[in-house]
Structures are given as C-alpha cells and as structure tokens.
C-alpha cells in the first residue's frame, strides 16, 4: 500500500514547475489530486492526464491565487469532487524581479496577494475540511530565511511572511493533529528561474552543490512531509537548496 493511499491533496499553481511536479509525486505515492492555474489550461489537462494515467483521480480549476473568491472555490469543488481533503500544498506564487524603489505599488499588491494572501485564504478554507493526520505545507523559499542577491526584495518579504505563517499556524492546529510546514526550495529549474536565465550563473555560485536543482528534489521533501511518517514535524521551515543557505 503506497503511503497516501485514500488520501487527497490540492497543489496550487500545480499546471507546470514544482507544483506540477509535486502534484504527480504524491499521486505516485496513492493520492487523489486537484491542482489549481490561471492560464495554462492545456498544460493543467496534460498534468491532470498523465495522473489519470496511473489510476489516480485528477482535476484542474482555475483559480488565481490573488481571488480570493475562486481560491475557496477551488478548496470546495476539490472536497466536492474528491470526497476529502487532507493535503493543501500552498506553491503558487511569483516574482517580478526588479529593484525595490523601481517596483511598483501595483507590483508590489501582486506579489503580495499571490504569495501570502492566497496562502491565507487556501489555507483558511482548506482547514475547514481538514481532519486528524492533516497537512499544511507551503512552498517558501531559501530568500525567506537569508538573502544573496538585490531585487528581489517583494518577493523575499512575502517568503519571509509565509516562513512565520507556518510557524504561527503550527501552534493553532497542532492540537488537531494537523502540521503545518514550509518547504523552501533554492534555485530549481523552472520558467520562473530557468537554469539557462540571465540570473543563473550567481545563483548557481552560490550553493554548495554548484548546481541547480530539479522539481523532483522538491516533491521528494513535500512528499515525506506529506506522509504520516512525517507525523512529529511541524511549525518547521525546511531547506532544499542546495546549501545556498549553509
Ligand atoms: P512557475 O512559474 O514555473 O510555475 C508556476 C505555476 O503556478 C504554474 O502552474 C502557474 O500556472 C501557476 N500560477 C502562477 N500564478 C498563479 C496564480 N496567481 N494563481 C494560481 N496559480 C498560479 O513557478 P515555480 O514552479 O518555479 O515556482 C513554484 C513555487 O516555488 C513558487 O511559490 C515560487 O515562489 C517557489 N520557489 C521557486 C523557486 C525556483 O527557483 N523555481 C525557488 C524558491 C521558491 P499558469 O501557467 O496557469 O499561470
């Protein structure tokens, strides 16, 4: 028996990237999925498809993260659809990489309402739904913890906000036997930071592996988050960064 067998999780931004590769990395250890996107309709089907193929259950919704509105729907059509929900992987989120004065305040809400807003509400509504042995996991980043390089400064502060989130988060629902944990990958190649980008060659410098890293080494640690064996782990903020952060 696969360890997350009759166990259903909602990945949001689960169309391409870490989240895609999460969403078929706990689909391969027995769980039913629902992933949500915004514009990718074709590579959401594809992602929905390739599960189907293993003989999980799947499906896709959009909702962008920064609607509130659709956020909860999605919790709800997932719990409608799937029959329970026992994993929320909080992973959309974006960056608009530019210096903080040239950032705008427009950009800045963006950013925000994807990155925190969106895991406040996703998490809110999921919670609801959320029994013993539940999972809160939320992708961060290596930048909420320390800081290398200049531009990214939005987007750091709303990793560092999702950082304190978990931590907050951990000792409301640790009673019910709920975690709730944050996963903060380092440079992974994906078209939000794609090993090939201008940006790679300081990021790569700075691991000490000397390499970037795939989505696979990401989902390896939310699945194990994931499971039950995971059980004494919460309010933690986990690296897979290549030891950016050593
Ligand atoms: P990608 O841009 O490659 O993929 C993003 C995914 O999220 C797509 O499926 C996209 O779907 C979806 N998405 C984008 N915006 C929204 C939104 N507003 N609402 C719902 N879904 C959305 O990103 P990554 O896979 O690289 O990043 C995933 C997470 O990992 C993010 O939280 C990011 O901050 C974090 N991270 C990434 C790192 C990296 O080096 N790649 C490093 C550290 C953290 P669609 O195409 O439909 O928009």
Redesign the pocket.
Known sequence: MSKLNNKVALV?????????GIAKRLAADGANIAI?????AE??QAVVKEIESTGRKAIAIQ????DAAAVKAAVEKTVATLGRLDVLVN?????IPKTFEETTLEEMDRVIA??VR?VFVATQAALKHMKEGGRIIT????VGERMMTPGLVSYSATKGAVKMFTQGLSREVGGRGITVNNVQ????D????PAAGDWAEPQVAATALKRYGHVDEVSALVSFVASPEASYITGANLTVDGGTNA
């Open positions: 949001t931004g689960g169309s391409r990237g870490i989240g895609a949500t996107y915004t514009k990718g590579a959401a909702a962008d993260a920064a992973n959309a989120g974006t960056a994807i990155n969106g992708i961060g980043s290596c990958p380092g440079p992974i994906t078209d939000l930071n």
